[in-house]
């Protein structure tokens, strides 16, 4: 279990570096940390660069020391504060459609997954402060997941163009993997066999994150501003947020009941 969450905590490092890195290619925000930027504002180069530092900085602690406990938190609320959900709520014109959520639910997972890294850090677990990260770091995990499951049932016909060519069966799969977010999203959020759950949910983004979305990458990086390479950080990231899940369930159920 201590290579499994060693293994888990790298894996969103490492995503974590490499959204950080975009903001130095591509000069500017991506997506999933700014929805809204007023008109007539300038200077988003020179904001986007510092940011971008901060991330690499900050992904690399986590990757490589064992107190990054108060970087994990400080990320965590950076991507709360920085949420899209005010946007959603408040600006966008697609406030009630479920897709145009994509990006504001994974700065939300970004955050819980940051909090969930910080829970997994020695000194203070079993105590209060842990539990309650990672519960909340598991409701935004889960929120994600159940969301994101009932869009390959929203949008069947788009989700299976994502299945690669040679596998067949692609409406099978996408269904497939749909019923598999929900599922895991509520086994995390009720903590259902959550120790295997996360697991397995760990394994299959794993999986999805080989065959799927690096090829994808591969092919056309620089697609709608290197979306399809974003895509690759954030599943490597997703992954590991549910290995370290795992790791963390089977003491929190039995010695603090988080």
């Excluded at 999933?32 to 530092?53: D, I, N, Q």
């Excluded at 000194?123 to 519960?135: A, K, M, Q, V």
Aim: charged share 10%; with cysteine.
């Amino acid at each position: 279990m201590n290579y499994l969450l060693k293994t888990g905590r790298a894996f969103f490092g490492i995503g974590i570096v490499g959204l950080g890195i975009q903001q130095f290619i591509y000069s500017d925000f991506r997506p999933v940390f700014l929805a809204f930027w007023p008109s007539g504002v300038g200077g988003l180069s020179p904001a986007a660069y510092v940011v971008g530092a901060l991330l690499i900085l900050a992904g690399a602690i986590i990757i490589f020391s064992e107190k990054a406990k108060m970087v994990s938190l400080v990320l965590g609320l950076f991507f709360f504060l920085c949420s899209h959900v005010y946007y959603q709520l408040f600006l966008s014109p697609y406030d009630f459609h479920l897709g145009s959520w994509t990006n504001a639910l994974k700065e939300l997972t970004f955050s819980g997954g940051a909090l969930i890294m910080a829970a997994s850090y020695p000194g203070e677990r079993p105590g209060l402060s842990n539990r309650l990260l990672l519960s909340i770091g598991r409701i935004f995990f889960a929120i994600l997941l159940i969301s994101f499951g009932i869009d390959h049932f929203l949008y069947t016909e788009f989700v299976a163009t994502l299945v690669p060519n040679w596998i067949p069966g692609h409406t099978f799969w996408t269904y497939f993997g749909g019923i598999a977010l929900i599922g895991s999203g509520v086994g995390i959020l009720l903590k259902i066999k959550i120790e295997l759950i996360s697991l397995l949910l760990g394994i299959m983004l794993f999986i999805w994150f080989v065959i799927l979305h690096i090829p994808r990458a591969l092919v056309a990086p620089a697609t709608d501003k290197g979306n399809e390479l974003t895509s690759v950080f954030e599943a490597l990231a997703y992954s590991g947020i549910a290995f370290v899940i795992a790791c963390l369930s089977k003491p929190a159920e039995k010695e603090v009941s988080v």
